[in-house]
């Protein structure tokens, strides 16, 4: 074979390589944006895992998202922060006690661990509707 030929089959590989590369980078992309923008729970519902968890003043958005992550809450840390950033309130996560499921969204985990539990509110019904406030004191119509 002369250095021209072999020149040649090594262009044509060359090419092949980076083109392999590119779509192995851009399905990759799009799995990582899917995980981060799809708002979906790790399980279904009749799969979840639940788990307490305990939120402190100190804790950071990457320390809670851990912590989901060792009790199978979540899959992804990283994605999960991301994700939160994305949504509104996500700084305003209040110190608590919570328990959360593993069929529940970035959303929804969102939703419970922001929710300010009030007099005369239930916790569930508030989580499950994305509530953060009740109403008290308002009468029914006679």
Known sequence: MSNDALNLIIKI???????L??????????????EIFAD???????QAVE???VVTEEDTLLDIAKDLKNKHIIDNPYYFVIALHFLDDYDQIK???Y?????????EILATLTVQEEEGAKPDDMLRTGCRQTVTGIEEPA
Request: proline share 7%; charged share 5%; net charge neutral.
């Open 99 to 107: 328990t959360l499921s593993s069929a529940d969204s970035p959303s």
């Open 40 to 46: 979906q729970p790790l399980t279904s519902q009749s």
């Open 51 to 53: 788990a307490t968890i």
């Open 13 to 19: 590989l060359s090419g092949i390589f980076i083109l």
């Open 95 to 97: 110190p608590g006690t």
């Open 21 to 34: 590369l590119i779509a192995y980078v851009a399905v990759t992309m799009k799995n990582i944006g899917y």
